[in-house]
Nanobody, 119 residues
């Protein structure tokens, strides 16, 4: 059983910062990539940032230069540092992990954490 546990969401003023964390736990798995998606009310789920096991990253254009994704492979944890937050960043942020358990490769999702940017 694999679990992703997220933390770090909350309410922040425009221009502020937040740091999200997502820790993967379980038995006998390997991580191929981890990432953060977000879904705002009435909008589609979108990729925010992703990092592979080798450290390659990619970002949505809307967050480039403001958000930074990083990982601690020893802790099976991915972080999303969000700076210069804007009201349009308000959404539920979901952690995603592309993982292999034995020969089976699949995506796992966290429960989501709310980020609200408002004055």
């Amino acid at each position: 059983q694999v679990q992703l546990v997220e933390s770090g969401g909350g309410l922040v003023q425009p221009g502020g910062s937040l740091r999200l964390s997502c820790a993967a736990s379980g038995r006998s798995f390997s991580i191929n990539a981890m990432g953060w998606y977000r879904q705002a009310p009435g909008k589609q789920l979108e990729l925010v940032a992703r990092i592979t096991s080798s450290g390659s990253t990619n970002y949505a254009d809307s967050v480039k230069g403001r958000f930074t994704i990083s990982s601690d492979n020893a802790k099976n944890t991915v972080y999303l540092e969000m700076n210069s937050l804007k009201p349009e960043d308000t959404a539920v942020y979901l952690c995603n992990a592309d993982m292999s358990v034995g020969l089976i490769r699949r995506n796992y999702w966290g429960q989501g954490t709310q980020v609200t940017v408002s004055s």
